[in-house]
């Protein structure tokens, strides 16, 4: 079996995920054929450090689907609570450490899969992604990231749909847009839309309220490059009207600013400031084609605080079709997780 994890999307190369796409589409069309056997007699973790709804579905529906099995886990509820740092004294709340998790699972287990959200305190330790980069250093069995500081597999699914409704994405205006939330949330699906637009063509734009929302370098840097190797380009921008306009894809969501990261109060005013930033039937119809620009959210969306219920319902919103599409490509990413090459023959 291949020892390969799938923690973020910098690893892999285009020319893998769209291998990976392929695979996707794949079996995307031939669900309704019949039951796969891929993953016959392989057992996969799923490790849940924080609530789930689409993710959590997706993968145990996925797995059934291709003849495995999942056995899901949520340390400190059905599971024992973890402890991710070295040299502590465990008298705490945590029961044993993840050197000993992850070496049991792996035994255990064919895949170990896990989500784990910051902790919201200081971003100088959350981005250094502990807890699933201590399950990839001590598993003997591949690991795969269902969203902690990036969600990859959420990449996919917003690539896939846009795929099937754009054909080629090279040269066309990715509009990665902020929103307000009554609450700041996790940097992950704005991390990794950036990324993945910027590593698929898209000329990218990044439109925030001010400056303190620009993303962490490490994805704003690694995005750069990716427009340059393309010939493509990437924008900040604070500007609505000028960032709508002409945008073939206007993916929403809302992230915290790191300057204020872990320290509320501060951020506050900024956001309540920024209502205005909700996706509109206004500004939508500046996108291309005549206001006919796509528009998705990873999910859950609360409307008419993002966005209004007119652009959820448009004939245009993809929200549905990206949170279909997360069940097909986490199947073409466990296949390949488990050493299986790319699917040939009818679907």
């Excluded at 054929?33 to 392989?42: I, P, T």
């Excluded at 839309?193 to 990044?206: Q, S």
């Excluded at 620009?214 to 500007?239: F, P, Q």
Aim: hydrophobic letters at 40%; one cysteine or more; proline letters at 5%.
């Amino acid at each position: 079996m291949s020892q390969r994890h799938f923690l973020s999307t910098l690893d892999w190369s285009r020319s893998e995920l769209e291998s990976l796409l392929v695979d996707a589409e794949t079996l995307k069309q031939g669900r309704r054929s019949g039951k796969r056997h891929d993953l016959a007699g392989r057992t996969i973790a799923l490790v849940f450090m924080n609530p789930s709804l689409r993710t959590r579905t997706s993968f145990e529906v996925g797995i059934f689907e291709m003849g495995g099995h999942a056995v899901v886990l949520e340390p400190g509820k059905g599971a024992w609570p973890i402890e991710f740092k070295d040299g502590v004294v465990m008298d705490g709340d945590a029961e044993e450490h993840v050197e000993e998790v992850a070496r049991v699972l792996s035994r255990y287990c064919d895949l170990i899969a896990v989500r784990a959200f910051p902790k919201f305190q200081s971003w100088e330790e959350d981005r250094k992604d502990a807890v699933i980069e201590s399950f990839a250093r001590y598993a003997t069995v591949p690991v795969l990231n269902m969203e902690t500081i990036t969600h990859p597999c959420q990449e996919l699914a917003l690539m896939l749909t846009l795929r099937e409704r754009l054909g080629a994405t090279d040269a066309k205006k990715f509009l990665l847009t902020w929103t307000y939330h009554p609450r700041p949330l996790n940097t992950a699906v704005a991390n990794s839309a950036l990324v993945i637009a910027a590593k698929f063509g898209f000329d990218v734009t990044l439109l925030c309220p001010t400056p303190e929302y620009v993303l962490d370098e490490r994805y704003m840097n690694a995005a750069k490059g990716y427009v340059a190797a393309n010939g493509r380009t990437l924008t900040v921008s604070h500007d609505i009207e000028s960032a709508y306009a002409g945008a073939h894809v206007v993916y929403a969501k809302s992230w915290g600013a790191l300057p204020h990261f872990g320290h509320w109060a501060a951020e506050k005013p900024i956001r309540d400031a920024h209502k205005h930033f909700i996706v509109d039937e206004r500004k939508m119809a500046l996108t291309a084609d005549g206001g006919r620009g796509f528009f998705s959210h990873c999910l859950p969306l609360r409307r008419n605080v993002k966005a209004t219920d007119a652009v959820m319902r448009s004939p245009t919103s993809l929200v549905i079709d990206e949170a279909e599409n997360r069940l097909h490509v986490q199947k073409a990413l466990l296949r390949r997780l488990m050493g299986l090459g790319p699917i040939t023959g009818a679907p």
